[in-house]
């Protein structure tokens, strides 16, 4: 049974930086995608960063190069390292990974991040 368990959120003050963990278990081989999504109250889950096994990444507008998304395939670990959070980065983030570049994701349970002003 794949299993995704985060760690790493907090609360901090607008500024700081925070880094999220997510490490996969439960799998028999290197999952092709790795990333991070977030949800706010209210609102839908949005993609914040993503890196296939070879190495692209992609990230979402808001990020503007304030995130940095890294994996470890051997670990089967991705990180999301977080610098200048604003109030708007308050959201539950949530580690997804899928095994092959089509297909079903495996989830998270959903990490608390609190940006205060």
């Known amino acids: 049974q794949v299993q995704l368990v985060e760690s790493g959120g907090g609360l901090v003050q607008a500024g700081e930086s925070l880094r999220l963990s997510c490490t996969v278990s439960?799998?028999?081989?290197?999952?092709?995608?790795m990333g991070w999504y977030r949800q706010a109250p209210g609102k839908q889950r949005e993609l914040v960063a993503a890196?296939?096994?070879?190495?692209?990444?992609n990230y979402a507008d808001f990020v503007r190069d304030r995130f940095t998304i890294s994996r470890d395939n051997a670990k089967n670990t991705v990180d999301l390292q977080m610098n200048s959070l604003e109030p708007e980065d308050t959201a539950v983030y949530y580690c997804?990974?899928?095994?092959?570049?089509?297909?079903?994701?495996?989830w998270g349970q959903g990490t608390q991040v609190t940006v205060s002003s």
């Open positions: 997804s990974a899928r095994k092959y570049s089509i297909g079903n994701s495996y």
């Open positions: 890196t296939t096994i070879g190495g692209y990444t």
């Open positions: 439960g799998t028999g081989s290197t999952m092709y995608l």
